[in-house]
């Protein structure tokens, strides 16, 4: 009879192998997923499509144009050969539009303040990261929404820290226990560069805001030449109100932060069927008219100046007229932009991974899944608000933030697509297992080699039997993201030096931080 030992001793063998393998830290270059892989596989759009939407967009610059331009606006813009008619609205020929556009930045890089973070917007390659100013936090405890504070916003940018496959800080949520607009600028700045070493995006509520946050921003690069030379922060500017017109306090804080070396996100979000035309194809198209004038103007104003493309189209549902961020048509919208991005070679942004569900169920995972894996597969180069949005972005929830990590995992693994090389398609292997071998590949070599670089396993999903899945005590995956979230800001440290943060919270009278 055969030996009934030698199968249980070559499975044990071939599982401890398997798991000696995955215990090995993985250079960041071998990674199954990691930032910035290219997309691009998708395109909702043909090329004729393109070319039809960019002349749409170009006759709405010329024909339309913007109303609301402030005096510095009209002048930088019409000293560079736009038009201001009778009408006040400033009009974009399009041999300007053209001429500003061969000035624009490209392949530019987002610093973050550890260089390991650096993103560079080149192609089609992909960053996903989060956003969305949110109002409210979403309470897992009691099942409810509250308000946000600054601890809220420093433990995300803490979780974000330790989440590899979150690549940047853009704020997530409104801290709303500040009355004072200066007092909320600076400490949500504060807040992000305490809890991140990680690209950060944030917004200024007006101008005279930002000379203190810039001082604070200069002494944590060490300097003001350093920070020049790589500036970790930018801005995300709502520099129009939809449709087509300027938003003037936000030109005004786009102009200073220009002054001040910082990147800029252009950012037009107009809501489909409200603030933008209904059809999908005319909302991509104001939305990329209302991009080009904000790439005219920076252009006009500092030749080269770092900014991102940040068409943000939002979808309403039509029957009530709320936002439905969640929504196929969301996703539609966003791929069509990243094909409009690569159509002007811009480093471009947009919105995925928004849940109008109010809590992390299972409609929260279509719709962020969804989202993300087409605006990916489309090669946006940011993608914005990919976790931990929730009720159309009214809500945070740092859970929901865990959870994504793992979601965005598998996301940017469609992304990378399948690798067709010559080893793979030998049959070599297939020969000696199915011939000559055991008739499996469990513990064969190049099973071994590839289980960490081709596949991707999540940090707290449950794939396990639901024999083991009972025998472990049916483990909730909420209880484990809550688990996997308090681990994190229990050993998360400070990301702002001792003696600098000690000076910065004496000079602007900075509030306090808890640790854990």
Not at 37 to 56: E, F, I, T
Not at 132 to 143: I, K
Not at 229 to 251: I, Q
Not at 455 to 470: G, L, M, N, T
Request: aromatic content about 6%; overall charge negative.
């Amino acid at each position: 009879m055969p030996d009934q030992d030698m199968k249980p001793r070559r499975r044990s063998g071939g599982r401890a192998a398997r798991t000696a393998a995955r215990s090995r830290p993985l250079d960041a270059a071998v990674r199954p997923v990691r930032p910035g892989m290219p997309g691009g596989q998708y395109k909702p759009l043909s090329d004729h499509d393109v070319l039809r939407l960019n002349d749409a967009a170009l006759d709405a610059l010329e024909q339309i144009g913007f109303a609301k331009a402030t005096p510095s606006a009209a002048r930088i813009l019409t000293d560079a050969g736009a038009v201001q008619g009778d009408d006040g609205r400033i009009r974009f020929p399009r041999a300007l539009v053209e001429d500003m556009l061969a000035k624009a930045a490209r392949n530019i890089t987002l610093f973050g303040r550890d260089p390991g973070h650096d993103m560079t917007l080149s192609g089609t390659n992909t960053h996903y990261g989060t956003a969305g100013a949110a109002v409210h936090m979403v309470d897992l405890e009691s099942n409810s929404y509250r308000e946000p504070n600054l601890q809220d916003l420093y433990d995300a940018a803490r979780l974000v820290q330790a989440l590899d496959n979150v690549h940047f800080f853009q704020r997530p949520v409104v801290c709303r226990e500040f009355t004072d607009n200066a007092e909320l600028d600076l400490h949500t700045l504060y807040g992000a560069c305490a809890g991140t070493t990680k690209h950060i995006g944030t917004s200024f509520t007006e101008a005279a805001n930002i000379p203190a946050c810039i001082e604070m921003l200069h002494q944590i690069a060490g300097g003001e030449a350093a920070w020049r030379e790589r500036p970790f922060v930018s801005n995300s500017n709502c520099f129009v109100v939809p449709p087509m017109t300027f938003a003037e306090e936000s030109c005004e804080v786009m102009e200073a932060c220009i002054r001040a070396g910082m990147p800029v996100l252009l950012l037009s979000a107009g809501q489909a069927g409200a603030t933008a035309p209904a059809p999908i194809a005319t909302a991509v198209v104001q939305a990329v008219a209302e991009c080009l004038a904000g790439v005219v103007y920076v252009n006009a104003m500092a030749p080269g100046h770092p900014a991102v493309f940040g068409t943000w189209p939002f979808v309403s549902d039509l029957r009530t007229g709320a936002m439905s961020g969640g929504s196929g048509e969301q996703a539609l919208l966003t791929a069509s932009c990243a094909q409009m991005h690569q159509h002007y070679g811009l480093p471009g942004g947009a919105a995925a991974g928004i849940a109008d569900a109010k809590l992390p169920n299972m409609q929260a995972g279509w719709e962020q899944a969804i989202s993300n894996v087409m605006a990916g597969l489309s090669g946006l180069n940011m993608i914005y608000e990919s976790v931990g949005m929730h009720a159309s972005l009214m809500g945070f929830c740092l859970e929901s933030l865990v959870l994504g990590n793992d979601m965005l995992g598998q996301v940017q693994r469609c992304v990378r697509g399948v690798d067709v090389a010559d080893e793979f398609i030998s049959l070599d292997v297939m020969k000696s297992v199915i011939l000559d071998g055991p008739g499996h590949y469990l513990g064969h070599d190049q099973t071994l080699k590839l289980m960490q670089t081709e596949y991707i396993y999540p940090d707290i999903a449950d794939r396990s039997s639901p024999k083991e899945w009972e025998e472990r005590g049916k483990p909730d995956l909420i209880d484990k993201a809550r688990a996997r979230k308090q681990d994190i800001l229990d050993r998360g440290p400070h990301q702002i030096d001792p003696e600098i943060d000690r000076r910065l919270r004496s000079k602007f009278n900075l509030r306090p931080l808890r640790q854990a």
